[in-house]
T-cell receptor, first 116, second 113 residues
């Protein structure tokens, strides 16, 4: 069975600090996909990134970067120079290619608070 | 940018009432999903659909039912609401492949008194 663990329940930082959100996953499949979503206070889930298990290249998008390491089954998310608008709950999720339907398994989320 | 809509955004209702939560998408996506998000933030899949006239139950047992008569529309119905149904309900859609990205609507926050 697939599982996603986000051990950090809540993180508080001061604006302009860098912050890393951890995500560790478990799966028996060799082909799988990893996602990060952002949930601001308004409630909707906003898609941030999708990576497949064959692509271990790290990715950078503006202040956001993602570090995918199959050896440690981790897909961590770093925000550089955090801003108050980054305050949200961030979810890591896993989808196995062989599953029925789309078995998107979410972690329990990390609440990020960025203060002035 | 996803075009997926949910109404109402907020609903407060008394026990025993029948309610329908609406979800519509304009992207022509085949697959649609309903998730329930409890106060502890964890999301659980309660229903999904591969396409018109297809519906399946998700991982979390739910007393709600769904229908998929049109590609763009995936309503969720509770025949008799109870306080235990108080939660946020999120609708999502994706293209035909199983591993395609799911795009979410803004959610419906339901409170049953």
């Amino acid at each position: 069975a697939q599982k996603v663990t986000q051990a950090q329940t809540e993180i508080s930082v001061v604006e302009k600090e860098d912050v890393t959100l951890d995500c560790v996953y478990e799966t028996r499949d060799t082909t799988y996909y990893l996602f990060w979503y952002k949930q601001p206070p308004s409630g909707e889930l906003v898609f941030l990134i999708r990576r497949n298990s064959f692509d271990e290249q790290n990715e950078i998008s503006g202040r956001y970067s993602w570090n995918f390491q199959k050896s440690t089954s981790s897909f961590n998310f770093t925000i550089t120079a955090s801003q108050v608008v980054d305050s949200a709950v961030y979810f890591c999720a896993l989808s196995e290619a062989g599953g029925g339907g789309n078995k998107l398994t979410f972690g329990t989320g990390t609440q990020l608070k960025v203060e002035l | 940018e996803a075009d997926i809509y949910q109404t109402p955004r907020y609903l407060v209702i008394g026990t025993g009432k029948k309610i329908t939560l609406e979800c519509s998408q304009t992207m022509g996506h085949d697959k649609m999903y309903w998730y329930q998000q409890d106060p502890g933030m964890e999301l659980h899949l309660i229903h999904y659909s591969y396409g018109v006239n297809s519906t399946e139950k998700g991982d979390l047992s739910s007393e709600s039912t769904v229908s998929r008569i049109r590609t763009e529309h995936f309503p969720l119905t509770l025949e008799s609401a109870r306080p235990s149904h108080t939660s946020q309900y999120l609708c999502a859609s994706s293209e035909g492949q199983f591993t395609d990205t799911q795009y979410f609507g803004p959610g419906t926050r339901l409170t049953v008194l």
